[in-house]
């Protein structure tokens, strides 16, 4: 009897736990839905270079840089569409030049009054390219010192 008791509790525990562990779904998976904000169009509910960049730039909400590093294209593995990811090479204010990853971040945008920090350095001595980039929310104060290459 003790058995089957114990049995019957691990039993009602495992199918109980289960149902938590099921995986959640992700909203937009497939690519399929893009919406267009001021020129720029954008996978729905997905964040990208573009409006990273505005966050960090403090544009306003909804605003977006069309920097062409997420387009919508038709080579899709399953279904209508999907996100291409190139990097870009941009110019700077400075004449120089910035090379822009695609990035694709699932979630929302997030609004503080805090400040956008982003660093970035690329090695550029022989051998491959090598580029780091970081962005931070949080006080300039609270940065951690930046380390060189090696």
């Not at 390219?129 to 060189?148: E, V, W």
Request: contains cysteine.
């Amino acid at each position: 009897m003790k058995t089957l008791v114990q049995s019957f509790a691990l039993l009602l525990l495992v199918l109980g736990t289960s149902r938590l562990a099921s995986a959640q779904n992700i909203p937009n998976n497939g690519f399929e839905n893009w919406a267009t904000t001021n020129t720029v169009e954008a996978p729905v509910n997905w964040q990208t270079t573009d409006n990273i960049l505005a966050a960090i730039n403090h544009a306003p909400a909804g605003s977006y840089y069309n920097t062409g590093t997420v387009t919508k294209v038709t080579d899709a593995h399953s279904g209508l569409y999907a996100a291409k990811l190139t990097s870009q090479s941009l110019p700077t204010n400075s004449g120089g030049s910035v090379v822009l990853p695609g990035y694709l971040v699932l979630g929302n945008r997030v609004t503080t009054d805090a400040q956008y920090n982003f660093y970035g350095a690329c090695r550029t001595r022989p051998g491959p390219p090598r580029c780091s980039f970081t962005t931070s929310l949080r006080a300039p104060a609270q940065l951690p010192t930046r380390q060189p290459f090696r």
